[in-house]
């Protein structure tokens, strides 16, 4: 048996070549978001049993359970799962792009970005009574113009007839500290008050996300996410360097900027909604490299199924195991993922 | 490379040990009281217990000293950890260093209560040699032994691992945030002089091991298999780059709280200006970064006068636009 089957259609003026393997992990995966979804929106303060939430998902179901899981629970569990998967798929794309192992949004200083229009929005609009000037709703549209604003000075910064990976990153990690060392002086200076709260966000959670958020993330991400598997192609040739992409006749420049954008437009969705959520965009693509391989083609969705699922578990830890405190869904990303990351570590330690 | 021949680079060392020691000098006269030379020269000679010799002498003095110590430690170390993974993005961090020592720190305030700054410095660099050693064994996994990847994946996982547990346990408990926020974000003010006592031997140690083996890291750099092929016993080689880096960046987390980007910055500036040869970059990175340090530390007392600035804070500041325009100019040396 191939490693790949061939599926064609049209007497194959339409065809694919499927891996079989990534095929079988993408199957399994999907799998077990799924279960972790529907045991997600029966866990908490009020236990409903399985079978019933997937009937509330359906429509049907005791009113009761309805209210709590539609109201409550779905909008913050499809939120996580979004989240998830962006940043998955938003690290798999810079580290492909930059051919650099350690990239992830927060190395490139998007998420850093975001996370200082935050605090900034929090120290300029409040007033002495520590209660903020403007709606709160202001919040992720501040968030996501400053991932977007760094970003945009990031690659200028770095053109020089063209964007080099290594320059880009390089200036990335610039950018990122000075942005870590504004948010680090405006929490220092301001009241207290706001950097609890700033540190909250600063860890990331999903907590209080209500439908409204779902109806703006979710529209926004498939768009994204359908670019990014039709692109994630050019990302396989420019791993190969940019004399071999350019000689295979890739436009590297032009491809390059594409793909930070997507990037760019999957964390700036999710750090607005979310916040600073780490771990997920650098370990999500590693884990799947570990599991099917580098081609991008079956990466980026392995990778997309895997972020998703760790920040739901994450967050449903974290909202379940401390009651009646809630811990951030951050926290919990890379207290799960790395013991698995370092288990996935051992296991392919002759590969 | 600026400097090609052997004779300016002998000049490059020598100008940059001037300009180090005109800046202590600086970092000891100005602030919040300013001083003038004869006071300071007075406050070891003629020592007359006024308010001005005391500050030289107890806090001036020692914050000096810690920051160029703490800085030339932090350069070299990312000058070994960039060696040591083969990934200009490496550095003392990757390690796991800053966020085991954060996480040692915060643990203790949390569920510990401690408040003591003394202990806290020995917690960190416990929690930063803990957080080493495992990522070192977890990058040792396999055949091979270890190998650049593995333990930059490794480190990767285990520091965010370390630092979402303190972020975890800052959030569930916000007093304690109030109390360690400057610590986290890296400080030498209020150091005394037994805090660089206390870790001299470890980073004194580190920078001489990080000397002797300077020429075989030249070989290492050519890659695992020609370092072989020419006879070097690599597997003892990283290992001692382990170990001096423990050495060299948990003595600074200790002496300082973990401080960020001079470790990554410093040795790209130091290629830039003196090409890739580890018997020259090694001394200058710690100048460098020892210059860098000793200025953001003066540079942070002015920003919020009376109130202070974390010096990581303005590491940042000062170094981002001049690495920027080295970034953008190019790397000659690499």
Known sequence: MSKYQNIR???????????????????????????????????????????TVIKVLFGGGPEMEKLVITTFRLP??????????SLAVAGGILQGMIRNPLASPDVLGITGGAGAAVVAFLVLFSDKNHSLTVSIAWLPLAAFAGAGLVSILVYVLAWKNGVSPIRLVLIGIGISTLMQALITLMMVMGPIYQASQANMWITGTVYGSNWKNVVTLVPWTVVFLIIALIVARTINIQELGDEVATGLGGKVQKQRFLLLMISTALIGSSVAFAGGIGFVGLMAPHMARRLVGSSFGALLPVSALLGGVLVMVADLIGRTLFLPLEVPAGVFTAGIGAPYFIYLLFRTRNA | MLLKSTTSKWAGLFVAIVLLILFMIASVIYGYTNTNWQTAIDAFTKYNGSNEHIIIQTVRLPRA??????????????VLMQTLTKNPLASPGIFGINAGGGFAVVAAVTLFSVTDVHTFNALAFLGAAVAAVSVYAFGSFGREGLTPMKLTLAGAAMSAMFASFTQGLLVLNEA?????????????????????????????????????????????????????GLGLNTGLIKIMI??????????????????GFVGIVVPHV???????????????????????????????????????????????????????YIARRGFNGR
């Open chain 2, 176 to 228: 304690a945030l109030d109390q360690v926020l400057f610590w986290l974000a890296g400080s030498v003010s209020g150091r005394k002089l037994e805090t660089l006592v206390s870790v001299l031997p470890y980073i004194g140690v580190g920078w001489l091991g990080a000397l002797l083996i300077s020429g075989k890291m030249n070989v290492l750099a050519m890659g695992e298999d020609v370092a072989k």
């Open chain 1, 9 to 51: 259609f049209f007497k194959g003026k339409l065809s694919f070549l499927i891996d079989r393997k990534a095929t079988f992990i993408f199957t399994l995966l999907f799998v077990i978001t799924f279960l972790v979804f529907v045991i997600s929106a029966g866990i908490g303060d009020m236990k409903i049993n399985p079978l």
């Open chain 2, 65 to 78: 000293f810690i920051a160029a110590a703490v800085g030339a430690s932090l350069a070299i170390a990312g």
């Open chain 1, 76 to 85: 913050r569990i499809i939120v996580a799962l979004v989240v998830g998967i």
């Open chain 2, 270 to 324: 130091t290629r830039s200006i003196i090409g890739i040869d580890h018997r020259w970059v090694i001394p200058l990175s710690g100048l460098l970064g020892a210059i860098l340090l000793v200025a953001a530390d003066i540079a942070a007392r002015y920003i919020l006068m009376p109130a202070e600035v974390p010096v990581g804070v303005m590491t940042a500041i000062i170094g981002t636009p001049f690495f920027i």
């Open chain 2, 242 to 259: 382990g170990v001096i880096v423990i050495l060299l960046a948990g003595g600074s987390v200790a002496a300082a709280g973990p401080i």
